[in-house]
């Protein structure tokens, strides 16, 4: 199994969630999408590093699932908080800066 | 036939794997429960963590599952119970048209990536990890070389992301109290003067048949009481349908009772009568 072919399941995966978040309303369903362009791009690092024969893809992967962990902790609190002072966890919801 | 062996049994797990991670992919996207598209993330992760480890990152593909599917996704499973259960899409559309262009434009560039990245790629011979992981004596050591030894400074300032995350989650999530918190007598007048429901909600109708909380109690005249059932699975729908027999049991009891008219003794105390019989 060439490279290849993980590198284009990568990008298949990556317009899913493109997918997801143009066109889903809920806010942690627009995250979860954004975590699935993220495992993509892990998948394209991790099957870069393998093409090149050198580790760094894989350690640049390691950080993405890092920075990734770090984005999930404060986004999430961030819905909460929203959650909290709206009552909805809906993206069309706040709309506090429209007028 | 020495290289067709691994080759075949790496195609066979590319090739599960990659439709059952575009099928949990197609899941997110496509259910309507936040639930529900959370577990088919979880199940795109752990075929990605399979991949990893098909594609010679044995500590990748372990820490995808550790980070990935045991942590991540466990909190967004917590997140879903704090916002709500049933909070589904709604489906009024705010900007018209935005679904289908949106789709459109999102097939049009996964289209594009796939053929640029065919023709990009086809040919280029892989090199394989096969030397760069003996290097060290493995995997996990190699990587472990680079992270710290090259990569030093970038490992630590990741390490002050994590810590900032972790307080700016903190500091988010902190709710500052305003008032002060009300006492039970103050709660209790409240409710007495509201005047709506003062004493405790009805508790879920246990039959014969079924005894979980998404059975609706019977009022003395067969009605369902909605109260009796927890809000969440009011709220999405889930009320246990009564069945008929029920009912008929409940008018049974209830004809008997009224039948018995004004008791001279009371048949509460009487446990071996049967409460339909009339005397």
């Not at chain 2, 899941?27 to 993330?41: F, T």
């Not at chain 2, 008018?251 to 001279?264: M, N, Q, T, W």
């Given at each position: 199994m060439s490279p290849e072919s993980y590198v284009i399941l990568a990008a298949v995966l990556f317009t899913i969630g493109t997918v997801g978040v143009l066109v889903r309303r809920n806010a942690i369903v627009v995250f979860m999408s954004i975590e699935l362009m993220l495992n993509a791009a892990n998948l394209a690092f991790v099957a870069f590093a393998r093409m090149q024969g050198?580790?760094?893809?894989?350690?640049?992967?390691?950080?993405?699932?890092?920075v990734a962990a770090a984005e999930v902790v404060v986004g999430l609190a961030i819905i909460v908080a929203i959650y909290r002072s709206r009552r909805s966890a809906s993206i069309d919801e706040p709309n506090l800066l429209k007028y | 036939m020495t290289e067709a062996g691994p080759s075949a049994a790496e195609a066979a797990v590319f090739w599960v794997c990659a439709v059952l991670?575009?099928?949990?992919?197609?899941?997110?996207?496509?259910?309507?429960?936040?639930?529900?598209?959370?577990?088919?993330?979880?199940?795109?992760?752990?075929?990605?963590?399979?991949?990893?480890?098909?594609n010679a990152a044995p500590f990748l593909g372990m820490v995808q599952i550790i980070v990935y599917t045991g942590a991540v996704m466990m909190l967004f499973l917590f997140v879903l119970m704090v916002v709500g259960v049933d909070s589904s899409d709604s489906l009024v559309e705010t900007l018209r048209g935005q679904r289908v262009v949106g789709i459109l434009l999102a097939v049009g560039f996964g289209i594009l990536l796939v053929l640029a990245i065919g023709t990009a790629l086809s040919g280029v011979p892989a090199v394989g990890l096969d030397a760069a992981n003996a290097e060290y004596g493995g995997n996990v050591e190699g990587i472990a070389r680079l992270l710290f030894g090259e990569y030093l400074l970038a490992f630590e300032i990741v390490a002050g992301l994590l810590i900032t995350a972790a307080l700016g989650a903190l500091v988010l999530a902190h709710r500052e109290r305003w008032q002060p918190r009300r006492t039970q007598r103050q709660l209790s007048e409240e409710r007495v003067r509201s005047g709506d429901q003062m004493v405790p909600l009805p508790?879920?109708?246990?039959?014969?048949?079924?005894?979980?909380?998404?059975?609706?109690?019977?009022?003395?005249?067969?009605?369902?009481?909605?109260?009796?059932?927890?809000?969440?699975?009011r709220a999405r729908g889930d009320?246990?349908?009564?069945?008929?027999?029920?009912?008929?049991?409940?008018?049974?009891?209830?004809?008997?009772?009224?039948?018995?008219?004004?008791?001279?003794?009371?048949?509460?105390?009487?446990?071996?009568?049967?409460?339909?019989?009339?005397?």
């Open positions: 050198n580790l760094e893809g894989q350690v640049i992967a390691f950080f993405v699932m890092v | 991670a575009v099928t949990g992919g197609l899941g997110l996207i496509l259910s309507r429960r936040a639930v529900h598209s959370a577990l088919w993330v979880a199940l795109t992760m752990i075929s990605l963590a399979v991949l990893y480890l098909a508790a879920p109708g246990v039959y014969a048949r079924h005894n979980a909380v998404d059975t609706p109690a019977l009022l003395p005249d067969g009605s369902v009481a909605e109260i009796s059932v927890p809000g969440p699975l009320l246990r349908p009564v069945d008929a027999a029920a009912v008929a049991e409940t008018e049974v009891l209830a004809s008997g009772r009224a039948a018995l008219g004004p008791a001279d003794h009371p048949v509460a105390d009487d446990p071996g009568t049967s409460p339909g019989e009339p005397r």
